[in-house]
């Protein structure tokens, strides 16, 4: 008889052990999933924002979402957030002349107008809640604007 109980909770220890491991399994194969469609989905946004600084267009801040094509990426969805830059200029130091200040804040300023953060996130659904999987962020700067 405590044979069969020991039997029976080791049983129960050694299926526990195994439904976490799918658990995590799963989690990996989710993981490794979306880090592949955030690489293909920033290759086409990067792109894109090249060839329009390349009309000269420069993108101003946007969002976007969607999901991605294809029945086995149904549960995938991604967020695509372009912004703004803001380059804050450098503190004065004691004694620094205005005129430097001022040259760098300029600088700080034309950076901030030419430069733009690409922030994307790919998300699942598991378990019916959405799980954040992946960030990607990148910038881009406008070499075509000057100064």
Do not use: C
């Not at 039997?7 to 129960?12: F, R």
């Amino acid at each position: 008889m405590i044979a069969i109980a020991i039997l029976a909770v080791s049983l129960m220890a050694l299926f526990n052990f195994e439904s976490t491991s799918l658990l995590a399994s799963s989690r990996a194969q989710r993981t490794s999933t979306a880090t592949q469609l955030a690489r293909l989905k920033m290759a086409e946004v990067i792109l894109d924002l090249e060839n329009k600084i390349k009309k000269g267009e420069f993108p101003e801040e946007r969002e976007e979402s969607g999901t991605f094509d294809g029945e086995d990426f149904s549960d995938y969805r991604w967020k695509l957030v372009v912004k703004k830059v803001e380059i804050p200029p450098p503190p004065a130091k004691e004694g620094q002349a205005d005129m430097m200040a001022q040259v760098f804040s300029m600088v700080s300023e034309q950076l901030s107008k030419l430069s733009r953060e690409v922030r994307l996130t790919v998300s699942w659904m598991e378990f019916d809640e959405e799980v954040d999987g992946m960030t990607l962020v990148t910038h881009v700067v406008n070499t075509q604007g000057g100064f």
